[in-house]
């Protein structure tokens, strides 16, 4: 399974920016999608989560200014921040959840895989 994380950038205090993560690959299917970020000399914390059946988490930190949603391409999410702050610095990998392919249309192991980071930087 592969991930391909976008749309990281530098923005002024107050401003937009939308992440995106794109799953491909082999596999039976997802359960969840959700965003992590790691500040320089922090450890990695948690953002936001979709779930196929369940609902949505946010981390205090970015609820009410940062939205997780389903985009119209297939195995995609979204990642639309907004008011972001300086403490919003630090990059972002999104991690997928989910089932490979078992015997016949029946789900296999689960796996959980990494996208490779972007950055977002943001300007006081």
């Known amino acids: 399974v592969q991930l391909q994380a976008s749309g990281g950038g530098l923005v002024q205090a107050g401003g937009s920016l939308r992440l995106s993560c794109a799953a491909s690959?082999?596999?039976?299917?997802?359960?969840?999608i959700g965003w992590y970020r790691q500040a320089p000399g922090k450890e990695r914390e948690f953002v936001a989560r979709l779930r196929r059946d369940g609902p949505i988490d946010y981390a205090a930190s970015v609820k009410d200014r940062f939205t997780i949603f389903r985009d119209s391409a297939a195995n995609t999410v979204i990642l639309s921040m907004n008011s972001l702050k300086p403490e919003d610095t630090a990059a972002y990998y999104c991690?997928?959840?989910?089932?490979?392919?078992?015997?016949?249309?029946?789900?296999?192991?689960?796996?959980?895989?990494w996208g490779q980071g972007t950055l977002v930087t943001v300007s006081s």
């Open positions: 991690n997928v959840e989910g089932a490979l392919h078992g015997k016949g249309w029946n789900p296999g192991r689960y796996f959980s895989s």
């Open positions: 690959g082999s596999f039976h299917s997802i359960s969840s």
